[in-house]
């Protein structure tokens, strides 16, 4: 039976990379070996060493970040992480800082890193604003229903975990990485989160203040 050559590819891509290779026979489409290394397991020792050589200096020898302007990376969603490397070194996601660094980067590289600054225990952060820290537990619980701004926990989930890989951990954030992303949601410098974009320019500054208050305390 001749089976047509999509159909064959697809049947190929859903097999595991073990199935395939196990095999004597070379795969009979070429696009199916790009399957193979994304296959491939992270190198958790290798993460952690080039972790320490180039990003602890930034985020700390434990993905906890002491500097509030540099984000904590301990216990976020690796596929997150992978996706800002890439979204870094494309272009995609623009900084001065990080672009230059994303660029040194292999995928292998990044999965790496990724896969152990995640399973790093994430440090608890603090609310500061008592004032503003009801008007941020507002809207991160319930949004702003008469400009339609969507409740954070929605996507978020209400401790600020996130979801998996869709949407990134923001619990214990520091409120001044996390109040200048918005901004930068809000002003269209950063534009590779279309949710956040559609969201953050409903927000004034006192709410994006407020609410980044409230979530560097979510834990
Ligand atoms: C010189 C300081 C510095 C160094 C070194 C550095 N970073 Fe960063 N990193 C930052 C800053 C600042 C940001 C926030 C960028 C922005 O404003 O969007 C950031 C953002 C990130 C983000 C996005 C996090 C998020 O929550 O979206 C990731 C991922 C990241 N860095 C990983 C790395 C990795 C991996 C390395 C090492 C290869 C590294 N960084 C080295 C300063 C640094
Ligand atoms: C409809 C789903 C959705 C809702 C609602 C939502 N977000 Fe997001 N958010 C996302 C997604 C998806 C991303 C990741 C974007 C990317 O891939 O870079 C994100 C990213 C972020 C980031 C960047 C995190 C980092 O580490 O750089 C912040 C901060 C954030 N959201 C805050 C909020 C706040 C505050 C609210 C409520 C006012 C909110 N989000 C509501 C989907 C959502």
Redesign the pocket.
Known sequence: MKLPACLLTAAFLAMPASTVFAAEEKPAHPAAPAAAPAAAKPDLAQGQAKFTAVCAACHNADGNSAIPAN?KLAQ?HPE?LI??LQ?FKAGK?TSPIMQGFAAQLSDADMKNIAYWVAAQKAKPGFAKDKELVTLGER??RG?IAERQ????A???SPNGAGIPS???R?SG?HAD??AA??VA?RNGVRT??V??VQ?AFK?SDREIKA??DY?AGLR
């Open positions: 984000p976020q997150y996706k800002q979204d996601r809207i991160y949004g701004v969507a409740a954070c929605g996507c978020h869709q949407f990134p923001l954030q990485y996390t992303q918005l949601f590779n989160g949710q956040m969201l927000l609410v980044a979530i």
